[in-house]
């Protein structure tokens, strides 16, 4: 009868601690993934800035030979550039201030250039394309940088 009454010991884990274990790592998870996400779109901005940067460089050149700046597209500003910029712009903008090199198309941003707001020559824009609140980056010719979403929010 001393047998009977012995218990067996199981050896694993419970249904609830599987539970807790599982929903600890799913926070986890989800924390990375929003943390990874930022990282990305500020890297994405900060490979638009470069870009912008660049063409500021190549505006130089072309008031060098031509004795204008590069200003075709009518972007006069951040939200009018959302509207404007597009993948001719962009090529437009490529052709005349960086030789033809290709802007990546993975960044997500359409470039166009516009006039000078007060003591600015020019004034180059980036805006995030297929965005329902888009992000405009824009650089003047005294190297200032304005970030703006359409709503009017910083990004």
């Known amino acids: 009868m001393q047998n009977s009454l012995k218990l067996k010991k199981r050896s694993g884990f419970t249904l609830i601690e599987l539970l807790v274990v599982v929903a600890i790592l799913g ?12 990282y990305v779109e ?43 910029a597009s993948k001719a712009t962009t090529k437009a903008l490529s052709t005349s201030l960086l030789g033809g090199q290709e802007i990546g198309q993975d960044l997500g941003y359409f470039f166009c250039s516009g006039p000078g707001i007060l003591n600015s020559n020019y004034t180059l824009y980036a805006a995030e394309q297929d965005a329902s609140d888009g992000c405009a980056i824009s650089m003047d010719s005294n190297n200032k940088f304005t970030r703006v979403r359409k709503s009017g929010a910083d990004c």
């Open 42 to 84: 500020g890297a994405k901005r900060k490979s638009v800035e470069n870009l912008l940067m660049q063409m500021s460089l190549g505006q130089s050149e072309y008031y060098a030979d031509n004795n204008v700046y590069h200003t075709s597209h009518n972007c006069s500003s951040a939200s009018n550039a959302i509207a404007t």
């Open 27 to 38: 926070i986890l998870a989800s924390v990375g993934i929003l943390s990874y996400s930022g």
